[in-house]
């Protein structure tokens, strides 16, 4: 298929991009590299530096690429940057993203994939977490991406246009060529392996008093590469609706930490700081929809496993890409 990726020069982007290159689809990538990275566009696949900001830029890109089907992951995504700039996160995900939307409506694209998030759960009455529980964010990242879920359900309802959402747990790991990179870093397992590079003296855990076994966050952490092949799975015909994509397993920040002392063989000095705001205690998928109705089986659903092919990355590209 042809295929429009937003968000192709992005971490967990560049990665799909690689991953449909292999699998014979013809992809262009359309990125304003304010997050992403030139270097970390496959070069196989042709790209448009633009903003989803400028809609007629969109709906040109979009009908010169000949899209069947567009995969959405620009975007921005961190919850604690959405407690502090709300309108960043309703400006870019929704107002930004509904542009690209009416482009694809307008091109007839066959199939629209989204990059939804297990933030659109809030604290969750559940756990693990499937598809049918509440949505009731509580942080204007989640919101963000629960308003682009609706407007999705609409535009199905409305105009036809087919979508698959998935509601992504915590993506960590690398392929081969392509690995986590953000200028500013805030994620947990690359700010981790920082220390074990020496790049850092210590990595901070934020939160002890949570109502978890050892009292830090629990996540379910899913290899990059695994999600990628999901993506490649939801352009088959018929294939549509919401898929939480994760392991069912939970690791706490501390075992985080642990694992990456055991894969990186070095000790891993840590401080530990006051909750950060918006964060909820424990997030953990219920992805057998996505396995019966996808066919989806992650290969590497160990942390051991992901955090070793991070760091394996990190190791040869110590300062992410030079772009
Ligand atoms: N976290 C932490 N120290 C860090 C970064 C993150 O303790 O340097 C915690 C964070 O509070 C959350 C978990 O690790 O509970 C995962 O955070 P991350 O930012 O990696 O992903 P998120 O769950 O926010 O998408």
Redesign the pocket.
């Known amino acids: 298929m042809n295929v429009f990726v937003t968000g192709g020069a992005g971490y967990i982007g560049s990665v799909c991009v690689e991953e449909l290159l292999n699998a014979g689809h013809v992809v262009t990538v359309f990125d304003n590299l304010t997050e992403g990275h030139r270097s970390a566009v496959d070069p196989r696949a042709k790209f448009v530096l633009g903003d989803l900001a400028d809609r007629e830029l969109v709906a040109r890109a979009l009908t010169d690429a000949r899209a069947e089907a567009v995969i959405h992951f620009a975007a921005h995504?961190?919850?604690?940057e959405s407690m502090q700039n709300p309108g960043k996160y309703f400006r870019n995900n929704v107002a930004n993203g509904l542009n690209l939307l009416d482009a694809a409506v307008a091109a007839r694209v066959r199939k629209f994939v989204f990059s939804s998030t297990c933030?659109t759960y809030g604290v969750p009455e559940k756990m693990p977490m499937d598809e049918s529980l509440p949505q009731l964010p509580v942080n204007p990242y989640g919101e963000s991406k629960l308003m682009f879920e609706k407007m999705l359900l609409w535009y199905r309802q409305l105009h036809g246009l087919e979508f698959v959402a998935f509601r992504y747990f915590?993506a960590a790991g690398a392929s081969k060529k392509f690995g986590e990179h953000h200028r500013i870093e805030?994620?947990?397992?690359p700010?981790?392996l920082k220390v074990a590079l020496g790049q850092k003296e210590q990595?901070?855990?934020?939160?002890t008093n949570y109502p978890t076994p050892d009292g830090?966050?629990i996540?379910d952490y899913i290899h990059i590469v695994d999600l990628a092949q999901a993506h490649i799975l939801a352009l088959a015909p018929g294939r549509a609706g919401f898929f939480n994509l994760g392991n069912g397993s939970g690791y706490s920040?501390r075992e985080?930490i642990h694992a990456c002392e055991r894969i990186s063989g070095q000790p891993i000095k840590s401080i530990e700081?006051p909750?950060?705001a918006g964060?909820p205690p424990r997030?953990v998928a219920a992805a057998d929809k996505a396995f019966k109705e996808l066919d989806w089986q992650p290969k590497f659903p160990k942390l051991e496993a992901i955090v070793a092919t991070a760091w394996d990355w990190h190791k040869r590209h110590p300062q992410g890409y030079r772009d």
Do not use: K, M, P, S
Request: some cysteine; hydrophobic content about 45%; proline content about 0%.
């Open positions: 995504a961190l919850v604690g933030a915590n805030t994620h947990l397992i700010n981790v990595c901070e855990i934020f939160g830090t966050c996540r920040v985080v700081q909750r950060r964060d997030l």
